[in-house]
Nanobody, 124 residues
């Protein structure tokens, strides 16, 4: 019933921008924390950004702070990740995830639902 479907990934040159979207449907409530994670080949999945279900506050991992922006529409039907000044090290599969808790945590095990991922490749 719950679906998280990412889109917007692709190939971009270093310094360029992409906007990822995650279409959200079927969540038991509209108060879920929504997050973006990414996973590069051979690496652990890591948190990138999240927007809290309690107050809409946002958090970012240091590697993307100042370059990426997370947002949602009013109904939380879509969560976005605007990625600017992309770097080759941003190359990864990006996943959106939903957690019933009210606060942001970059811990994969607490998230209840995951999307299928979308590939982002940044060339130099």
């Amino acid at each position: 019933e719950v679906q998280l479907v990412e889109s917007g990934g692709g190939l971009v040159q270093a310094g360029g921008s992409l906007r990822l979207s995650c279409a959200v449907s079927g969540l038991p409530s509209n108060a879920y924390t929504l997050s973006w994670f990414r996973q590069a080949p051979g690496k652990e999945r890591e948190g990138v950004s999240c927007i809290s279900g309690s107050a809409g506050s946002t958090s970012y991992t240091d590697a993307v702070k100042g370059r990426f922006t997370i947002s949602t529409d009013d109904a939380k039907n879509t969560v976005y990740l605007q990625m600017n000044r992309l770097k080759p090290e941003d190359t990864a599969v990006y996943y959106c995830a939903a957690d019933a808790g009210p606060l942001c945590y970059f811990v994969t095990s607490i998230y209840d639902y995951w999307g299928q991922g979308t590939q982002v490749t940044v060339s130099s």
